[in-house]
């Protein structure tokens, strides 16, 4: 079991910044696969960025050179900052644990991101 708790969400102006964080219940060495996803409304919940056990990343097309997602080992947490958004970013954004052995996803409570013009 892994209990993710997701912060850092708000309400900010297009052109904006923020940084969402991802805190885990247990070592983030220990998840194969930490992504962020985004869920807007009346649309399909979709990825943003993951990161790898090995700090590999990727990012979807939308978000690339945007965004930039990291993990700091130390505090069991993933951050992804947001920077020079736009209101196309707003969504609930979603944090998931994925642990490829078990073949089990986790997720977190979300946390509300939005965009004005």
């Known amino acids: 079991q892994v209990q993710l708790v997701e912060s850092g969400g708000g309400l900010v102006q297009a052109g904006g910044s923020l940084r969402l964080s991802c805190a885990a219940s247990r070592s983030i060495f220990d998840i194969d696969v930490v992504g962020w996803y985004r869920q807007a409304p009346g649309k399909q919940r979709e990825l943003v960025a993951k990161i790898t056990r090995g700090c590999s990343t990727n990012y979807a097309d939308s978000v690339k050179g945007r965004f930039t997602i990291s993990r700091d080992n130390a505090k069991n947490t993933v951050y992804l900052q947001m920077n020079s958004l736009k209101p196309e970013d707003t969504a609930v954004y979603y944090c998931?644990?994925?642990?490829?052995?078990?073949?089990?996803?986790?997720w977190g409570q979300g946390t509300q991101v939005t965009v004005s013009s």
């Open positions: 998931n644990a994925a642990l490829l052995r078990w073949s089990a996803n986790y």
